[in-house]
């Protein structure tokens, strides 16, 4: 009987030198696939990441720039002037989309993107500042070429104009920002199609932008890291008196 023992004895020591193997895959797994369920909950209510298409927000943010959005803006932290936003298009201010071929790369871009571990769909989006609130009236501008909320003049030290150029933006206007909606302007001023823009080529919508539009407001620049940093949203300017 002795041999036989033995023998049962090495396989049970076999199998039990096996296990830690066998532990240690099944915890990874558990691992991925926890960290997947947090990312997707953290995407779907928390932060998301999204990337710059175009020069629109230069110098503030440079094309194929990585953000980090807060979501918790606007429905539990209400928007700020000077906050940047990433809004969906409020109406034909992006050119229709390309459909995305379908093969196994697309695949898997649209499943990183669906737990937040890509930015597939940027494309969809846009990102500006909010400069004008509801209820508000914007005007584009003064002898000095500064923009004016409800009559008091701005001072931007995070717009782009051109050296020969003196306004805040191309063209005059003068609008009201209705309930429920946004005024939003990007700061390359000159390279922008913005509020002003859209407002000026006869938007059906008046170049404004529903709050409801809002996917959140961008708090950092995560890539590149030579450009890493916070992303503030200029109080001063939108705090004088009335404000």
Same mark, same amino acid.
């Given at each position: ?15 039990? =030198?096996?296990?830690? =193997? ?97 930015? @597939? ?10 400069? @004008?609130?509801?209820?508000? *009236? ?9 923009? *004016? ?19 805040? *933006? ?22 922008? =199609?913005?509020? =002003? ?44 008196? @009335?404000?």
């Amino acid at each position: 009987m002795m041999p036989a023992d033995n023998a049962t004895h090495r396989a049970r020591l076999r199998t039990r =030198a096996g296990s830690p =193997a066998l532990k240690f895959v099944r915890d990874l797994v558990v691992i991925v696939v926890i960290a997947i369920l947090i990312s997707a909950l953290l995407k779907t209510f928390v932060v998301r990441s999204f990337y710059i298409p175009s020069s629109s927000m230069e110098n503030t943010l440079l094309v194929n720039d990585r953000i980090i959005v807060n979501e918790l803006v606007p429905n539990l932290i209400p928007i700020e002037h000077g906050d940047v936003v990433v809004f969906t298009d409020p109406g034909n201010w992006l050119p229709p989309q390309q459909p995305v071929p379908l093969n196994l790369l697309s695949a898997i871009d649209a499943a990183l993107t669906a737990v937040g571990l890509s930015t @597939g769909d940027s494309n969809n989006h846009l990102i500006k500042r909010v400069i @004008g609130l509801p209820g508000e *009236t914007v005007v584009c501008c003064t002898s000095t070429g500064q923009l *004016t909320i409800d009559d008091v003049p701005i001072g931007e030290p995070y717009i782009q104009v051109p050296d020969a150029q003196s306004r805040a *933006t191309k063209s005059p206007f003068a609008v009201t920002v209705p309930d429920g909606k946004l005024w939003v302007m990007g700061d390359n001023r000159y390279n922008s =199609a913005d509020s =002003a823009f859209h407002y000026l080529n006869g938007s059906l919508e008046g170049g404004f932008v529903p709050i409801s539009s809002v996917v959140g407001r961008a708090v950092v620049v995560s890539w590149p890291a030579k450009h890493w940093g916070w992303l503030g949203n200029y109080p001063e300017p939108f705090t004088p008196t @009335g404000h």
